[in-house]
């Protein structure tokens, strides 16, 4: 069964789901019961007269623990049209390996996506830290993360040149989940992401998620908030959705 999920799962890594921070972190919690978690959605909203708007969403995660490591890998593909007008033809995908400690851990990551509304044809991490558990009760933690991470990002700017982007930066995370009830949870996750070299340049990326769990299918409610101080071209600095959703977990 492990390997038939790991091969689905590599299988659709041509179809992702884009956001300039990629949180997991939700995978990790189910993986506490569980030795293999695979989760899915797909999403699709036709709309034609006075309003011609096309809208796609597919992501697919899937999380499994082998002896002291766990593999995470998270795909996904976003496209929307309105009018005619492609507003987002989105993909990105992330593999996150964690080689744990007791309740401590090292982990590494690749990353890479686009994001039409940012102008970004691409976006690609490499990197790695070490991640400390400070509070565990139960279901419920508290954990701090630090790491290095180097970034090669490509933008369009308005009149249509090239802005190559490459970066070193300092990445700190926290993250918690604690159980409200036998069926509800809250899962926050916090990441704070600095220029090595510039310190005015940082990102910012918060998601509290509220969960209720149904057995097999979730539940969920979520505010992504995210923050970039100096974005390299001409776009708002503040991107803020609020999201509800169902999951599907095996």
């Known amino acids: 069964m492990r390997f038939y999920l790991s091969f689905f799962a590599l299988f659709t890594s041509f179809f992702t789901f884009s956001q300039t921070i990629i949180n997991t972190e939700t995978l990790l919690v189910k993986i506490d019961s569980s030795s293999t978690v695979f989760r899915s959605n797909l999403e699709a909203d036709f709309n034609f007269g006075n309003i011609e708007l096309l809208q796609v969403n597919n992501s697919i995660s ?26 987002a033809n989105d993909w990105t995908g992330q593999i996150r390996l964690n080689h744990l400690i007791n309740d401590n851990s090292f982990f590494m990551f690749i990353q890479g996506q686009n994001v039409v ?35 090669n990002e490509l933008y369009t700017d308005l009149d249509e040149s090239l802005i190559q982007i490459n970066n070193f930066r300092y990445s700190f995370s926290s993250f918690f989940n604690i159980k409200l009830s036998n069926q509800i949870d809250l899962n926050t996750s916090l990441f704070y992401q600095i220029n090595t070299k510039n310190t005015k340049d940082y990102r910012l990326y918060i998601e509290p998620r509220l969960y209720f769990n149904l057995n097999k299918i979730s539940l969920y409610a979520t505010i992504r908030d995210r923050f970039h101080s100096t974005p390299y071209i001409d776009v708002y600095r503040r991107d803020t959705e609020l999201l509800f959703g169902v999951e599907l977990n095996l």
């Open 62 to 87: 899937l999380g499994t623990k082998i002896k002291n490591n766990v593999l995470r890998l998270s795909f996904g593909y976003e496209y929307i049209s309105e009018n005619k007008e492609i507003i």
């Open 117 to 151: 509304s940012l102008s970004m044809k691409h976006r690609y991490l490499l990197g790695g830290g070490y991640r400390l558990r400070l509070l565990n009760k139960e279901s419920n933690y508290f954990d701090f993360s630090g790491g290095l991470f180097y970034e």
